[in-house]
């Protein structure tokens, strides 16, 4: 196992365009998490999936965005009709839960920026 | 709200000094803690954490202290290296509840180690 893959790394996209990124996690954990980091800033909580189920999402996360984790394996992350303040670093990590359930593996990030 | 803080935006150390990151945080609700080390263009790594019923964690080098009446975390490297030179960021779950697992990160705080 490689870790937490993400795909892609960089993505430019025009302003109301929609875009897809995807977190392939640590094949044994099932937990998965979805943060977004902008510039000087820590990693802001976005959602998390137990398994297939979605048990929280922050209200960072407005209608245009949705994630998915279907057959609670690799995980979507989608938005739509892009914004300027959507330019971020968005990151996926995976923990197995448990006592240990906050020591994530993150990915290496997908780096959205919106022109 | 930010509920994490770390006010140091950068800390300067010579190669060999003990290297001191503080992290203050205001949610009572926070029972374990959790530093995360970043290097430029991967995701951020699991370094060290502590439970609420402990003061003091060490791991080699790397020495956590908890002060919850104070509501105050630090990290200690000694002796510092320059292959410690990252971003530092500090973070807090709570414990139990559908929010267990889910991590608060503070702004982090910039470590350069000079040889």
């Known amino acids: 196992d490689t870790g937490v893959s993400q795909n892609p790394r960089h993505k430019i996209t025009k302003r109301g365009q929609n875009v897809t990124f995807r977190c392939d996690p640590i094949?044994?954990?099932?937990?998965l998490y979805w943060y977004r980091q902008t510039l000087g800033q820590g990693p802001e909580f976005l959602t998390y999936?137990?398994?297939?189920?979605?048990?929280?999402k922050s209200r960072l996360l407005s209608d245009r965005f949705s994630a998915e984790r279907p057959k609670g394996s690799f995980s979507t992350l989608e938005i739509q009709r892009t914004e300027q303040g959507d330019s971020a670093m968005y990151l996926c990590?995976?923990?197995?839960?448990?006592?240990?359930?906050?020591?994530?593996?993150f990915g290496s990030g997908t780096r959205l920026t919106v022109v | 709200d930010q509920q994490v803080k770390q006010n140091s935006p950068s800390l300067s150390v010579q190669e060999g000094r003990i290297s001191i990151l503080n992290c203050d945080y205001t949610?009572?609700?926070?029972?374990?803690f959790l530093w995360y080390k970043k290097y430029p263009a991967e995701g951020p790594t699991f370094l060290i954490s502590?439970?609420?019923?402990?003061d003091k964690n060490e791991d080699g080098r790397f020495t956590v202290f908890l002060n919850k009446s104070a509501k105050h975390l630090s990290l200690h490297i000694v002796p510092s290296q320059p292959g410690d030179s990252a971003v530092y960021f500090c973070?807090?779950?709570?414990?139990?509840?559908?929010?267990?697992?889910?991590?608060?990160f503070g702004q982090g705080t910039i470590l350069t180690v000079h040889p």
């Open positions: 999936f137990q398994n297939e189920a979605q048990l929280e």
């Open positions: 973070a807090a779950s709570p414990a139990g509840g559908t929010s267990y697992g889910k991590l608060t």
């Open positions: 502590i439970s609420s019923i402990k």
């Open positions: 094949s044994e954990h099932n937990r």
């Open positions: 990590a995976s923990s197995p839960g448990g006592v240990t359930g906050e020591r994530y593996t």
């Open positions: 949610n009572s609700m926070f029972d374990y």
